[in-house]
T-cell receptor, first 118, second 110 residues
């Protein structure tokens, strides 16, 4: 099936630093990607919709200046957590919607990135 | 707010038994999907069921959808210890933006 990768798979950083997470669709093009966060033993919460060539659309309550999203190409979206704090520690998962080649009914999820802020 | 509510929140069964999880949602949907997540790992896609479908099967999995009640169920038959995981439903209202349910933590005891 369609493959989505995330890098890094885990990261530990100091409070106040910024962390960039990459999401790539490896064998298909994705004009739309999505970013989710998941706290331990909880469900996935949609943070934002990343649109290639335009600004991301953020869900209510998500700070756009804190979580910077850039969808620079049809296969890459990045999420930058700026000035990270311990409460930003979470599991971040991206997904991509295929526009052709693979099923367009579903999203394809990356393996997730575990962020720990000390 | 999350659209899907899942029931039960946690389920513990013996190997060989069947496990049933339910998902309810609030608005009209285009399709509903079920995912499995092992602890600390990514999501594994299980089944997609469209709004005009009522039942789908895949191996030991059976999914039903009742759009009049805005609910879906996932049945895992003859469960195995390897089925131990969290299971989530996710609804798509046609925008490809998924809203996940609260999840059911399944534990299958050997």
């Amino acid at each position: 099936g369609a493959v989505v990768s995330q890098h890094p798979s885990w990261v530990i950083c100091k409070s106040g630093t910024s962390v960039k997470i990459e999401c790539r669709s490896l064998d298909f093009q994705a004009t739309t990607m999505f970013w989710y966060r998941q706290f331990p033993k909880q469900s996935l919460m949609l943070m934002a919709t990343s649109n290639e060539g335009s600004k991301a659309t953020y869900e209510q309550g998500v700070e756009k200046d804190k979580f910077l999203i850039n969808h620079a190409s049809l296969t890459l979206s990045t999420l930058t957590v700026t000035s990270a704090h311990p409460e930003d520690s979470s599991f971040y998962i991206c997904s991509a919607h295929s526009t052709s080649g693979w099923s367009t009914d579903t999203q394809y999820f990356g393996p997730g990135t575990r962020l720990t802020v000390l | 707010s999350q659209q899907g509510e899942e029931d039960p929140q946690a389920l513990s069964i013996q190997e060989g038994e069947n496990a049933t999880m339910n998902c309810s949602y609030k608005t009209s949907i285009n399709n509903l999907q079920w995912y499995r997540q092992n602890s600390g790992r990514g999501l594994v896609h299980l089944i997609l069921i469209r709004s005009n479908e009522r039942e789908k099967h895949s191996g030991r999995l059976r999914v039903t959808l009742d759009t009049s009640k805005k609910s879906s169920s996932l049945l895992i038959t003859a469960s195995r210890a390897a089925d131990t995981a969290s299971y989530f439903c996710a609804t798509d209202s046609g925008t490809y933006k998924y809203i996940f349910g609260t999840g059911t933590r399944l534990k299958v005891l050997a």
